[in-house]
């Protein structure tokens, strides 16, 4: 089949220890999946989880420079457990939602936090907060098969060499596989997406010239230094 555009290369991060890629599809955020983080984002409560979509094209695989973005000037961090799907379906029991991982690895949930809440207080989408540029950097990927199903073991984030977030994978609220059967309700999960699983307490601003290191334990480290802006 001729197209009519040069085919683009396909999102994928790097696998540890590996020439091997994975090929990403689509990104799942879930928002507020940690008890601190949703009191200080004006939660209280274990509440129906709730997820936004970023593009795979948001992807910074590995980490490394990120430019600040534009049309903001309160641009946030958010360390998250990436849970990579290798098996798709739908309407899957959390009792067998491990089966359908393929790995998982360590990644930011970056904010344009102004536009995010300019679309709160407007009651329209926050596509233009969550979803840009570079806005979804991430580690390579250990598989499961390595590292097992990581439900508890700390999760933090240094800005420039300052911690800044500090948890516990055990203090989600909707745990790894209860997340994937709530999504695969809604929808067909593919080989190929990820799931970005939550953020811990402590989310703040950050500028050109900072440096984030974030680890996840048991499953890697990413390290991304943001630059100026375009």
Known sequence: MAHVLPLWNIPSLGVKDSQAQ???????????NYVEHQKEMGGDG?????FFIKSAHALVPGGGNVHYPPKTSNYHYETEMVV???????RIDAKQANEHIYGYGVGLDMTRRDLQQLGKDHGRPWDFGKDFDAAAPCSALVPAARSGHPAKGAIWLKVNGKERQRADLSDMIWSVPEQIAYLSEYYT?????????????????????????????GVGELKVKIVAAL
């Open 46 to 50: 274990r509440e129906v989880p709730f």
């Open 84 to 90: 990579a799907i290798g098996k798709g379906g739908r």
């Open 22 to 32: 994975f090929p990403v599809r689509r990104i799942f955020c879930v928002g507020r």
């Open 189 to 217: 999960l593919e080989p190929g997406d990820l799931i970005y699983s939550g953020t811990p307490a402590g989310v703040g601003p950050v500028k050109a010239g900072d440096d984030l290191h974030a680890g996840v334990e």
